[in-house]
């Protein structure tokens, strides 16, 4: 017999919707949850605490406050996946085995990645980023500090949670510079590795325009490579032309990450092994079951699924998961589909929101009876009071 009906690698926000969801039809202590984690983040708050709309306590919990009753809590990191033999490895050396695994443990943010990005969030004032709990807040006062010259804003050419996160905190910054008149003496600048600023057309006609409005100087196709804080210097390489460098000065500097599957995903039989999504884990886009391993499903940040990685992704995959993890124990086809649906709620400045909702092939999937392109005072009060009301009190509860 394996240890657990179902266990279920990551507590975050996919994790912990799962096990809610599976606790309420399985008996108890046949759920395992795997999570190192002390604290619980939300974060899609921390872009309006790097504005100054929030605080970084209102985005954290306590881990142990949110686990289901009836589920235990494995309070350790999955190091290694066995799909043959229906096991996982944690690092501190526990086998635990399974009839069904969800693997839901995010992301990597790699620090590392960008030379000399990590030394400059450590030592500059005038450098941070809103992907990690402490920077957030440092972004604030750097952008409260700033004092004018050039701020530029970048987004990584791998994928990231939350693809309009880079430029939300840009906006909110170009509004607070503009109300204690620091604009006109401001050079604002996004550098930014995709193609376009958003990927539906619909939503990027509606962010140019915004764009346009508060005169933004947008470089697509650059991707930050170098941070050389002594010399307040961003290096931009040209994915149109690899060998061409930008070297920029800068007065302040958001910075977004690289970000990449956890390493015990990209190194195991689950991931998927060439083309844009390599390393990532390899799911049926409809099912979430991975095609070579049927007993094992994911979803969240670290699925290789063409739509954007976000909370409201994660809200509508958990159910599809938990209803085909029952369909599986219960020796039947699993059905439940996913149609691809995500949110991705566009700050575009203080009161100001583009609710973009979308799902596969960039189909546009309102929720709302309104255009969702155009900047509402409505949608940005359902961000900052609304969502996570939704997500602390009903989605890691399993009743949303």
């Known amino acids: 017999m394996p240890d657990f009906k179902v266990v279920i690698i990551g507590g975050g926000s996919a994790g912990i919707s799962v096990a809610a969801r599976l606790a309420r039809h399985l008996p108890a202590s046949s759920i395992a949850v795997i999570e190192p984690s002390e604290s619980h983040y939300y974060q899609p708050l921390w872009t309006l605490v790097g504005g100054g709309a929030a605080t970084k306590e209102q985005s954290m919990r306590r881990e142990s406050d949110l686990i289901p009753n009836g589920v235990d809590w494995i309070k350790d990191a999955a190091a290694e996946v066995l799909p ?201 886009k409809a099912t979430l079951q991975n095609p070579d391993f049927p007993n094992i499903f994911s979803l969240g940040d670290v699925a290789a699924l063409p739509t954007s990685k976000t909370g409201a992704a994660v809200r509508k995959q958990a159910i599809v998961v938990e209803k085909n993890v029952l369909c599986q124990l219960a020796g039947r086809e699993t059905h439940p589909l996913y149609d691809g649906y995500t949110s991705c709620p566009l700050v575009t400045g203080y009161g100001k929101l583009i609710m973009a909702e979308f799902g596969y092939d960039n189909k546009l999937m309102p929720s709302f009876p309104l255009d969702p392109t155009k900047e509402r005072w409505s949608m940005y009060m359902i961000k900052k009071h609304g969502l996570p009301v939704l997500y602390w009190n009903y989605m890691l509860k399993g009743r949303a």
């Open 84 to 284: 043959s033999e229906n096991t996982v490895v944690s690092k501190g050396g526990k086998r635990l085995t399974y009839e069904i695994l969800v693997v839901a443990p995010g992301l990597k943010i790699d620090w590392e990645a960008i030379p000399g990005l990590s030394a400059a969030l450590e030592h500059d004032p005038r450098v941070s980023s809103n992907y990690g709990y402490e920077l957030a807040e440092k972004t604030f006062k750097a952008i409260q500090a700033f004092q004018g010259g050039t701020a530029l804003f970048t987004h990584p050419s791998t994928p990231v949670k939350c693809a309009g996160a880079p430029q939300k905190i840009m906006y909110l910054a170009e509004e607070y510079w503009t109300k204690h008149g620091i604009r006109e003496k401001t050079d604002v600048q996004g550098f930014f590795a995709p193609a376009v600023i958003f990927a539906v057309p619909e939503y990027a006609k509606a962010l140019t325009e915004v764009v346009a409005r508060k005169k933004i100087d947008m470089r697509f196709r650059r991707d930050l490579v170098e941070v050389r804080h002594e010399t307040s210097e961003a290096v931009f390489q040209n994915l149109d032309s690899p060998d061409e460098v930008e070297v920029v000065k800068y007065d302040f500097l958001h910075a977004t990450p690289k970000m990449f599957p956890p390493d015990f995903v990209a190194n195991s039989p689950l991931a998927v092994t060439e083309g844009p999504t390599k390393g990532w884990l390899k799911v049926d």
